[in-house]
């Protein structure tokens, strides 16, 4: 990666480039199995997924993927894979017994589109789809990775990752929650995924173990950047900015660490999370500037 | 397997071993990702799941497996996969947007004794941990073995499987299907995880190209009877033996093949099918009777 790397550049192209893979890959045909996919459900995976979305996932599996050397290209079908279990989880999010979303991104949520048996079928087909992702030996010719790659998907999704945090937040709405739960939940419900996101870039390179422990550093700090300036952004955006209801956290009782702290020690801590994520990948030189801009950009992002 | 074969002691050993293995599994130590598993999420799993089941997918990877010399206890990995999808599934098709069941197994579903919610998480997490068991090199020690499995169980329960035949299901509610298209949802709905069931014994038995297509024709066949003799008890069985409602498939208008061709032709028809079971396994020899023995009981079954 040259000196003069261009972060708007890179996450403009791999927002692009995951839009036009998942359209080629969320048809019919390419979704059968024992039998033909089923065109209702695949019509609200393709509403669910196709959507503009900025793609983060995608973009960390890639920058970490090219800090051991990997062409972009090599880590998009796990970088799709990771990407489809984030879209089931808005779909099942936004349904009535949830967080009950009418919109996202401007657009009606799948339950509205669709109905909710729709919704919660092709939340279903996406994570299950993402497991036929990283089995397919496209995603990488060596099937002890591929093994590896599935692992750390079902560990960051699972009851003990993204799930469990979900729960625990529609849990903490009924308040009690204290900093620690809320940190432990964050961590979890947004964090466990952008752990896996970076570790399967990794695991993709080869990292070895010391290399993937500094790279899950850095994830642990992203993510919590991630979640933390997303507090913040629900206090202090507009609706219009967001393409969402904004303020709703708060109004709904949800435990935040801004509610908790107040905006300006939020954005200290903000601050100093970035920080340490940076500081994680110091071994790594110039090919990890895409994850740094990254980790600044969490920070920094306005909608 | 000795000629004196015992099909009612193995579905009970088998049962009892698969009830056991989930209980020890579906505790929160064991559960953990990232993070510590969401307490209510694992009770509500162990609620979805422990619930005297019959196994029967478990005893067809088993089954399948020894065909080619593999121990049960070998095969338990991969059966507790294929029942934690068949679990998620039944927690989410109760669920009030899908068939609204209060009861299964004269129990209250999940989301009566949890909500809805948590219903939704639970399955989730279910289906997403079937992924994490077939990962872990206790369920094969090599890992070209275990990618195949995660490709067979994610394709036999996606929207080209159980997922795309339950929406097809839920449309044939509104009428018009033709015999066809009975034929199709049912091999999906039901079919494509009891396949995935066979294929997966016999890909961790090493089978051949031939033995798994040999394989792959009786749990075609397998899986009709099963869905046959599912819609000719329904028509015929006491709401307590089967311990949920019955006759209800007629009383929401779903499309069976029973009420297509009549109660003796089809059980004509199932007769037929039994026998195409049973004669695709006729190059198998004596460690095949246990799944000549499983494709006569679904034929046989009262409950």
Redesign the interface.
């Known amino acids: 990666m040259p000196p003069s790397y261009d972060f708007a550049a890179e996450i403009a192209d791999c927002a692009r480039a995951v839009e036009a893979a998942l359209d080629r890959l969320l048809v019919e045909e390419r979704?059968?199995?024992?039998?033909?996919?089923?065109r209702?459900?695949?019509a609200a995976?393709r509403h669910g997924s196709l959507n503009g979305g900025k793609r983060l996932r995608p973009l960390l599996v890639r920058q970490a993927a090219q800090v051991f050397g990997v062409p972009a290209e090599a880590a998009m079908p796990a970088g799709l894979a990771v990407e489809a279990v984030h879209c089931?989880s808005l779909l099942?999010d936004d349904?009535p017994?949830?967080d009950d979303d009418d919109l996202r991104r401007g657009q009606p949520t799948v339950h509205v589109a669709f109905?909710?048996?729709?919704a919660?079928?092709a939340?279903?087909?996406l994570?299950?789809?993402a497991?036929?992702l990283?089995?397919?030996e496209t995603c990488h010719p060596d099937?002890?990775v591929?093994?590896?790659l599935?692992?750390e998907?079902?560990?960051?999704?699972?009851?003990?990752?993204m799930?469990?945090?979900?729960?625990?937040d529609?849990?903490g709405e009924k308040g009690g929650f204290s900093n620690g739960d809320i940190e432990?939940m964050q961590?979890?419900k947004t964090?466990?995924l952008i752990?896996?996101s970076v570790r399967m870039g990794a695991i993709l390179g080869g990292a070895d173990p010391r290399a993937l422990s500094a790279m899950t550093a850095y994830a642990q700090a992203a993510g919590r950047a991630f979640q933390l300036a997303d507090d913040i952004l629900d206090v202090t955006a507009t609706s219009e900015a967001m393409g969402k209801a904004t303020g709703k956290d708060a109004g709904k009782g949800k435990q935040t660490l801004v509610a908790q702290m107040g905006l300006e020690a939020a954005r200290r801590e903000l601050d100093t999370i970035v920080n340490d994520a940076v500081m994680a990948l110091r071994t790594f030189g110039p090919r990890a500037d895409g994850l740094r801009a990254t980790a600044r950009y969490f920070a920094s992002r306005n909608s």
């Open positions: 979704l059968s199995g024992p039998g033909p996919a089923a209702r459900v695949v995976m089931y099942h349904l017994a949830m109905d909710e048996a729709t919660i079928l939340g279903d087909a994570l299950t789809h497991f036929a990283l089995a397919d099937p002890t591929r093994i590896r599935v692992a998907l079902a560990a960051g999704s699972g009851v003990g990752g799930v469990g945090g979900q729960m625990r529609i849990e432990v961590a979890m964090g466990a752990r896996a």
